[in-house]
């Protein structure tokens, strides 16, 4: 497996608005390493994320959305944020992390479609799938999974690219932008109807959404998305590369979810979702979204990974 990460990834920092940590803080990414550190270190590859281009961007964002943000973002010798939405905002390192971030997706694409390697996970933020085409949205600025699914079907010819987001809050952003696209498959579970009360019905044909209510526990989930079209639409569809958006906050122990998921219940989505999209010879790319318990991020994540690995049971 390789794990791309870099160190202006713990840089970005959004503002708040009370005496208290953002919940999306730069020491998310210490409990990710943590988990990463506890898992056998033969079985992966640490990789330092690449820049990826402005141009990439427009691959899932309007230019002139995309011009803004970099023109507007705080420079080197700017010391105040640049509130984007009511929770999310530019610091002076905000634009390289999420080109760091692009620029992962991108290498990661690039390693995982030929091989040998074919799992990859992305120990970076800011997040992204909350970010609309011209909109910034719940801590996401930029849309890296769509960025990413596009990039694969612009520069490697892919025709059919599976995007699985299992965070706890619907991937509204994701949905926009990746909709009546012939060449995607959105597939989403999430707390309904909750923030940011979007996703039933869907958009489009080609998202295929299952919203859970508040205190939905792992057999509950686990039943939910047997029960819908998710594993026989995968079979059908015969993706040529899966992306996860793979978010964290519907942990038990999550301050910003209402679900009580353990963490075999992140193994098990994972490994399930490998084996209907194609098996251990799908190439994958897993791009953090949400997770705000650290010891819940931690360990949630580690189980994550070895069900990328293909050993979490």
């Not at 970076?124 to 996401?140: I, K």
């Not at 993706?239 to 992140?266: C, M, R, T, V, Y």
Request: hydrophobic share 40%; aromatic share 10%; charged share 25%.
């Amino acid at each position: 497996m390789l794990i791309y990460s870099h160190p202006v990834c713990w840089k970005h920092e959004n503002e708040n608005d009370v005496m208290l940590p953002h919940p999306e803080r730069p020491e998310r990414l210490d409990a990710v390493m943590a988990a990463i550190e506890r898992f056998p270190a033969e079985r992966y590859t640490r990789v330092e994320a690449p820049l990826g281009d402005k141009s990439d961007y427009e691959l899932a964002h309007d230019p002139r959305y995309v011009e803004a943000i970099f023109s507007q973002a705080p420079g080197p010798n700017d010391f105040q944020a640049l509130r984007v939405d009511g929770d999310t905002s530019l610091n002076e390192y905000t634009i390289e992390a999420s080109r760091r971030v692009v620029g992962a997706a991108k290498a990661a694409i690039d390693a995982v479609l030929p091989g040998p390697e074919r799992r990859a996970f992305l120990a970076t933020r800011p997040p992204g799938h909350h970010a609309g085409p011209c909109q910034p949205r719940g801590f996401c600025v930029f849309n890296n999974v769509s960025i990413a699914a596009y990039y694969a079907i612009r520069h490697h010819g892919l025709k059919r690219v599976a995007i699985v987001d299992f965070d706890v809050h619907h991937g509204d952003g994701t949905e926009e932008i990746v909709a009546n696209s012939d060449a995607v498959r959105f597939f989403s579970v999430f707390q309904h109807p909750y923030y940011p009360y979007s996703g039933i019905p869907p958009i489009a044909d080609n998202c295929f959404p299952i919203g859970l209510p508040n205190m939905t526990d792992g057999k509950a989930f686990r039943k939910g998305v047997r029960d819908s079209v998710w594993f026989e639409t995968l079979r059908d569809f015969r993706p040529q590369l899966l992306l996860f958006s793979a978010g964290f906050d519907a942990h038990k122990n999550d301050p910003l979810g209402g679900w009580i998921l353990e963490d075999e219940d992140f193994a098990w989505i994972t490994r399930e979702v490998i084996a209907a999209a194609g098996g251990d010879d799908l190439p994958v790319v897993s791009l953090l979204e949400g997770g705000y318990d650290l010891e819940g991020l931690e360990s949630s994540v580690l189980a994550h990974l070895k069900a990328l690995d293909g050993d979490a049971g």
